[in-house]
């Protein structure tokens, strides 16, 4: 009877680990505190598109081997040792959270709306049906983080005004209702532009933000990976040369001091596109209507850092400034997501020094002409990508090699002792 109790106890022990085991494996991640975070757009594929990754099982984070120790000044205070601003993108979330404020006060200097200064924050439906007029309105969320980078000193890239996304159907179409009417000619897609612009810096001005802005984004991801214009609805009514349209109008009323930029992602490999592009982007007398170039540094460990670099420096030839502006450092590639392992960790870490490492030396040696370097966030965390761990914290806010990196500190970056 006795023996039986104990096979049967034997039994039942063996059954439960095995269920645990069981368990175990088929748990994917620890789940993460939910945050809100306002819709970003969908990733793009990069140069060799792929299907979506299957998603394969991840490990159990741990704790990084080497702790990286608590810096007493942050990536703001050595990118001044190279005349740069430390940049990152805030969301509506981070602008009502105290940890995060508290990171981007200690780090950045400067700072890129994720999404409150895109077409999308930006227009007034309503008013612009009872005037006639593409009317200019800066929504709440707009207002409430303009003010708190003025109260906090913060220098502001705005972001963006021409793009293919986020931006309301209607602004193209008659009496500026896409239910109902027909999409407008050339001439009255280019008179609503041109309102568009005067209104946005003129509203800056009288809100008393413009001093804060060094930089805005006129245009958004314009091209393709293959070298061809992109589809949109601004290209569709104006004509191919809505881009030329949109650097000069921002040009005629954009302050001196705001600098104007095109931004993109996949920038390595439209390197031919884009350098022929920037040389038709010039006025009458040949001046340029552009003055920098953003590349946004969406990139991954596996990617080719030689072929970034020949493209960084290719771009350069054109005496235009370059900004990193969104960048976040994926594990793995697209279609390949690497595991938060601390050999990953390290291969990422590595990547983001040796990729600040080599524009540092470009910006010291004169070569490249940049005055800001933009994350895209810092915690995996609150990451557009975060299934990626591309950023500087981990998901629990613990600092990674990566933050080691960005600060220049090579002993913290990940590099075998
Ligand atoms: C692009 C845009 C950014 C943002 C990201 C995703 O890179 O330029 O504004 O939408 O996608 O967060």
Redesign the pocket.
Known sequence: MRKWKLGALAAVLVFAMTACGTKDADVKTTPEPTVTVAP??T?EPTATPEPTPTPKPTVTPKPTATPIPEFDKGIKDVYAEYGLKAGT?MSEFMAGDSRSLEFIKKNFNSI?F??EM?PDYMFDQEASKATGDLVVKFSPATEKMLKWCQDNGMAVRG??LI?H??TPQWIFYDNFDDKTGTLVGREVMLARMESYMKQVFEQLEQKGYSDMLYAY?VV??AWLDDGTMRPSFWRTTIGDDYLWHAFYLADKYAPEHIDLYY?D?NEQFKTEALYNFFQTLKDEEGNYLIDGVGF?A?LYTMDDMDLYFRHMDKIATLGLKINL??LDICLGKYNDIGYATDENKRIQGQWYYNLIRGIMDRVEAGTVKMDALTF?GFSDQLS?RKEYNPMLLDKKWNPKYAYGAAMLMKEYAGFEE
Do not use: A, M, R, V
């Open positions: 970003t757009t990733p993108c890129t994720e999404n895109k972001h963006t793009w996304s986020q984004d958004n991801e931004n992602f946004q969406h502006t969104e895209w557009w």
